[in-house]
């Protein structure tokens, strides 16, 4: 796990910089994709890169804090779910934590209505949110995996940065994504419920394959309406942030067809240029972030 982040940990801190960052796992049900990007998140081994980031964030942030640098962070979970956005940070046992949540897309950011926001100030505020977000996501036992992640899971860190003295201001976001695994219906058997929700990854995941052919192939039309996860991610993707997919491999051979498939799709990725990622610095309060929750 530390070796898998250290790959990384530049293109995180890049975030408190200003950059719109977004890393996001892909792979086939059952791949370790949930372990890489959360792992055990009490554990120092198995901490995945989602808590080793934010920790990392953190020492980063008081460093610069010292020359001057004043920080807030704030954090949202969500899931999405059969084509719909639930907040893992909601209370369930309280009145009203079923609120809607939805994506307002404007053409300068996009908006999240009905999330959570958590103030993120030091490592125990992060072990507590990934607890109530593993607690609140949906779950299932499938042929393949026991248990299945069923949602595409989006932890959004929104960093904002002042320097009074040089009366500068920069936002960054951190987005990171274990997306649910790919699955051949044929091989999971799955049924009511475990169909649909296959059935919705499987068309979330193919989404996000066309807008990477899209982007290589330079189309005047990108489809991110396609889909919530893509449209969440579209300022990531359309030139105005930095992005990083990590690819998670089987070592069944039995899984040698969804390995391939997998590789393929990260040599798409791999080859597909997103443009020249824009900072957000300035003076004034007017800036974007991935993924803005309100």
Not at 78 to 87: G, P, S, T
Request: charged share 25%.
């Amino acid at each position: 796990q530390m070796q898998v982040f250290g790959e990384v940990s530049s293109f995180v801190q890049s975030a408190l910089d200003g950059y719109n960052v977004c890393l996001f796992s892909y792979g086939q049900t059952g791949s370790g994709k949930t372990y890489t990007m959360t792992g055990h998140h009490s554990s120092e081994d198995h901490r995945g890169i989602i808590p080793r980031s934010l920790s990392n964030v953190i020492v980063y942030k008081e460093g610069l804090e010292l020359q001057g640098w004043e920080y807030t962070l704030e954090a949202t979970i969500l899931e999405i779910y059969n084509e719909n956005i639930r907040d893992l940070l909601a209370d369930s046992s309280k009145e009203g934590s079923k609120i809607k949540c939805d994506i307002r897309d404007s053409k300068t950011e996009i908006l999240v209505t009905g999330l959570q926001r958590r103030v993120v100030q030091k490592e125990n505020d992060i072990v507590e949110l990934l607890s109530q977000a593993e607690r609140n996501r949906s779950v299932a036992s499938t042929d393949i995996n026991l248990h299945s992640s069923r949602s595409h899971s989006v932890f959004t860190l929104y960093i904002t940065g002042n320097h009074p003295e040089r009366g500068v201001r920069v936002v960054g976001s951190l987005s990171m994504c274990d997306l649910a695994g790919s699955e051949r219906l044929s091989k999971s058997n799955a049924q009511g419920d475990r169909l649909k929700e296959t059935q919705a990854i499987n068309k979330s995941l193919s989404s996000l394959a066309g807008v990477f052919s899209a982007l290589n192939n330079k189309a005047s039309h990108v489809p991110y309406r396609n889909s919530k996860l893509t449209q969440l991610l579209r300022p990531c993707f359309a030139g105005e942030g930095k992005v990083l997919m990590i690819v998670n491999l089987s070592s069944n051979e039995e899984d040698s067809h969804e390995s391939l498939c997998s590789l393929r799709f990260a040599n798409l990725v791999s080859q597909t240029e997103v443009g020249k990622a824009k900072r957000n610095l300035s003076s004034s309060a007017r800036n974007c972030t991935c993924g803005k929750a309100r």
